[in-house]
């Protein structure tokens, strides 16, 4: 990485300004819920703010995880290595963020009640995919921290670390099928993820021709 300031700001604010970012939309939820509980603009979230949270969350869940998938072409495409320092804390708030959308769905509107949840499971695909996608998240949030890659070995961990693109599209699927028409932000993500992967694939691509060129 050749631009100092580029390195500085790696070095010293990437981090911390991240974790700020990475904070902000649940502050921002809490600072909401804390103006219509105590009646300062009980209508800020409109008129059914359990909808608005757990849709809300839903959005900031994804998202993140799009923003965790953009950092290695930015990184591919700009040389900066250092910004796949921040890659692991982006995926955690993704997991963060889309565990609260679930206890949100839970709690505040099937009253915590896991029988009903399953109910749901079972009956709507789109509920489905995204149990599926959660699920999914599990071995990828407790395996992010510096202990578990020795553990793991790097290439075991890169492998697991993978699924984060399966669980991308059922995230996006989850997304997509709760709509009826191709338009608005569930189609967003989904053109922005397909771009992401068709990168990832030509990336793969490049790699197994680079060592069949060289054999040549
Ligand atoms: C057990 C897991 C999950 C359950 C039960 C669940 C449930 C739901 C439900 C019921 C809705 C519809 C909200 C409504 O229209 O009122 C929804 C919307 C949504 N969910 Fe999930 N979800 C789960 C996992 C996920 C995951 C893992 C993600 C993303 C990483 C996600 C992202 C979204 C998004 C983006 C929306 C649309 C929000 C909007 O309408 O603006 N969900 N989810």
Do not use: C
Not at 44 to 57: A, C, D, K, S
Not at 194 to 200: E, G, P, S, T
């Amino acid at each position: 990485m050749a631009n100092p300031y580029l390195r500085a700001f790696g070095k010293h604010w990437m981090k911390p300004l991240t974790l700020i970012a990475l904070i902000a939309p649940f502050a921002y939820l809490a600072v909401l819920w804390t103006l219509m509980l105590t009646n300062t603009d009980p209508y800020i979230m409109g008129f059914n703010p359990v909808q608005w949270t757990h849709r809300y969350l839903g959005d900031t869940a994804i998202r993140v995880l799009l923003v965790t998938l953009v950092i290695s072409p930015i990184r591919d495409i700009t040389g900066w290595q250092p910004i796949a320092l921040i890659r692991r804390r982006i995926g955690l708030a993704a997991f963060f963020y889309a565990f609260l959308h679930m206890l949100a769905y839970l709690g505040l509107d099937r009253e915590w009640s896991l029988a009903k949840l399953w109910e749901d499971v079972m009956l709507r695909t789109y509920i489905m995919l995204g149990m599926a996608s959660l699920v999914l998240m599990i071995p990828l949030a407790v395996t992010s921290t510096n202990g578990m890659i020795r553990r793991l070995g790097r290439k075991t961990w890169d492998r697991l670390h993978w699924l984060i693109y399966p669980l991308a599209i059922l995230a996006v699927a989850h997304n997509l099928l709760m709509v009826k028409l191709i338009d608005g932000d569930p189609t967003i993500h989904a053109v922005i993820l397909a771009a992401l992967l068709l990168w990832r694939l030509g990336r793969f691509g490049l790699k197994r021709l680079k060592p069949a060129q060289a054999a040549t």
